[in-house]
DNA sequence: TCGATATATTCCGAAAAGTGAATATATCTC
DNA sequence: GAGATATATTCACTTTTCGGAATATATCGA
């Protein structure tokens, strides 16, 4: 991954794009329908939003099934895990944030559940 | 102040205004002319992107004759000291941020030496 | 194969951000 | 007060970013 600090803040700067990377912070994998739900955004805004944070190498994308799952890139260099971590720990606490972590771990209950 | 994550990192998204965090992060205060001194930059260049950083409460402005010294407001929100804190330990030892540094300790040295 | 679902991409117009040049304002010095 | 220095702001322009709508692509299940 080549990107540079001003390149991740500019990432980072549209809330879609900074919730998308705080919940995969938590929650280790996602595809592109539960962004929406959890954003209640139109699929085209969030799909592109999570290509711009994959094409810079920020998250990893996988194929199953019809879905595509989005990570954290596992191989960030470690200054930029480093400032992640530091958002994440910084506000973990806020909204959105909280709002979007208890959205998700409702629907894994439920998907839990057999719902 | 009142300024949102992603807001935060639209600030630090352009390079004259992050480097000019940074070096706030170590050296407490200073002016406009040294910021254009140390990037190379044209003044209204800078001029304006300390503006911005003003405007958005993460600076202090101060004059002392006919200079204005800039530094960091004391008074951020801990979520954002903390992502502060998180870039500079984060990209210490990268370019230009090394340089940077260098060169506002070279100038100082001198103004110590009378030159 | 056909229809349904999930995702990505393209097109286009609007809004925002960035830049250089010129100019305005404030302060200092003489 | 006049000129010099430091800083901020305005103007005109270009570039980038964003959003909605439409469309393309891929997979699944019957």
Do not use: K
Request: one cysteine or more; hydrophobic letters at 45%; a negative charge.
């Amino acid at each position: 991954m080549n990107i540079s600090p001003a390149n991740l803040f500019a990432l980072l700067s549209h809330d879609t794009r900074l919730r998308s990377v705080m919940l995969l912070m938590a929650v280790d994998e996602l595809c592109v329908c539960e962004f929406t739900a959890v954003f209640g955004a139109a699929q085209p805004h969030v799909s592109r939003h999570l290509g711009q944070l994959r094409e810079a190498g920020l998250l990893r994308d996988r194929r199953g099934g019809q879905w595509i799952y989005y990570r954290l890139n596992p191989e960030l260099p470690s200054w930029a895990r480093d400032i992640l971590d530091a958002v994440e720990s910084g506000m973990r606490d806020q909204r959105p944030f909280v709002d979007d972590r208890a959205f998700i771990a409702d629907s894994m209950d439920r998907r839990a559940c057999g719902e």
